[in-house]
Nanobody, 119 residues
Framework: QVQLVESGGGLVQPGGSLRLSCAAS????????MSWYRQAPGKERELVAL????????NYANSVKGRFTISRDNLKNTVYLQMNSLKSEDTAVYYC????????????WGQGTQVTVSS
């Protein structure tokens, strides 16, 4: 059974930090690129960060460059998103996504975790 389970979301003040985790199971983790998406109320779901299947390359949305860091541990089948210098604009539901490195249409989604940045 394929599962992507996010954790680490919550309420944080502007300027604070949070680390999200996504635990994967039921598929060959090392064969998939991993991404974090987010969706704020009334907005489209957007790509936040991506890491290749090997961890050799990463990509970030311009809005989070320099503040967020995506990483993965293929031995633990887990992908992380370290979020620093958080802004109210970062408030959204964050989703973990897995995409097969060869079969790009083969994708899995987590259930999402809420991140709220507010004072």
């Amino acid at each position: 059974q394929v599962q992507l389970v996010e954790s680490g979301g919550g309420l944080v003040q502007p300027g604070g930090s949070l680390r999200l985790s996504c635990a994967a199971s039921g598929f060959t983790f090392s064969m998939y690129s991993m991404s974090w998406y987010r969706q704020a109320p009334g907005k489209e779901r957007e790509l936040v960060a991506l890491i290749s299947s090997t961890g050799g390359s990463t990509n970030y949305a311009n809005s989070v460059k320099g503040r967020f860091t995506i990483s993965r541990d293929n031995l633990k089948n887990t992908v992380y998103l370290q979020m620093n210098s958080l802004k109210s604009e970062d408030t959204a539901v964050y989703y973990c996504n897995a995409q097969h490195r060869m079969l790009n249409d083969l994708r899995y989604w987590g259930q999402g975790t809420q991140v709220t940045v507010s004072s």
